[in-house]
């Protein structure tokens, strides 16, 4: 399984990104994906999941209302729109592959088994 990040870069306080991660390796449209992120010092969190059917999405208290998951099963692809992005909000994020056929969103790190490389969101005040 191979998933590839982009993305990320640089933007002021109130900015948004729309990250992507495009997937290969897998039946991409069995499986829930997931965000997570990881800033410097800290260990790695979850952002955001949407689970195999796309009827299913689950967030950080962190980034809700501010941040959407989606899905595109024909480009075997899954995207992060951020918005109102925060200081708070820098950190590497990576797109990582969970359970399959699961309806249900987990928010635990290690329920995801494949990772991609990540990209880096600075976000200045």
């Known amino acids: 399984v191979q998933l590839q990040a982009s993305g990320g870069g640089l933007v002021q306080a109130g900015g948004s990104l729309r990250l992507s991660c495009a997937a290969s390796?897998?039946?991409?449209?069995?499986?829930?994906m997931g965000w997570l992120r990881q800033a410097s010092g800290k260990e790695r969190e979850f952002v955001a999941g949407i689970n195999w059917s796309g009827g299913s999405t689950r967030y950080a208290d962190s980034v809700k209302g501010r941040f959407t998951i989606s899905r595109d099963d024909g480009k075997n692809t899954v995207y992060l729109q951020m918005n109102s992005l925060k200081p708070e909000d820098t950190a590497v994020y990576y797109c990582?592959?969970?359970?399959?056929?699961?309806?249900?969103?987990?928010?635990?790190?290690?329920?995801?088994?494949?990772w991609g490389q990540g990209t880096l969101v600075t976000v200045s005040s």
């Open positions: 390796g897998r039946t991409f449209s069995s499986y829930t």
């Open positions: 990582a592959s969970g359970s399959r056929w699961n309806s249900i969103v987990s928010r635990t790190t290690s329920s995801y088994d494949y």
